[in-house]
């Protein structure tokens, strides 16, 4: 019950939310966030997470990851990042992530929080247009 709870509240977000593992393979992927990249679940779990983001972040971000697991010295963790998504027709739009480390299962995966930032660019270069 309290699980059937959590997955509406997590189906109902207004934010992107994306669970990976340890490797960054996507674990699941909730609406919001399908609806922002413009895939399916189907299509986006299993795979690795950096197929939503564009070139160079694609081929570092498992290195990223690696590091983190090492050092243990976040650089998005607990911070968040403004960084750029890269949807499914090849078009690219600016977001807030925020990334936590969650210890579930006596396993650790990460969850990433998507805060879409395209109509808040879009604004502020309207205006520096204007000036
Ligand atoms: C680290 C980019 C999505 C999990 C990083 C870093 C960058 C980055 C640049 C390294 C930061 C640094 O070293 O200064 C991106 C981009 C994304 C994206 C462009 C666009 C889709 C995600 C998502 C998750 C995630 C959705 C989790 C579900 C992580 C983790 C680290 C990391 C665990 C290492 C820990 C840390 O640096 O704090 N990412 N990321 N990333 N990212 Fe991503």
Known sequence: ????LLKAIIDNAIDGIITIDGR???ESINP???KLFLYTPGEVIGRNI???M???YKSQHDEYI???QHTREPHIIGIGREVTGLRKDGTTFPFRLGVSEVSYAERKIFT?????LSREKEAEE???DYA
């Open 54 to 56: 564009p070139q160079p």
């Open 50 to 52: 950096s197929m939503l």
């Open 66 to 68: 690696a590091r983190y």
């Open 126 to 128: 309207q205006l520096r």
């Open 32 to 34: 919001a966030a399908c």
């Open 1 to 4: 019950e309290n699980a059937a």
């Open 24 to 26: 960054g393979l996507v």
């Open 112 to 116: 990433g929080f998507i805060h879409d």
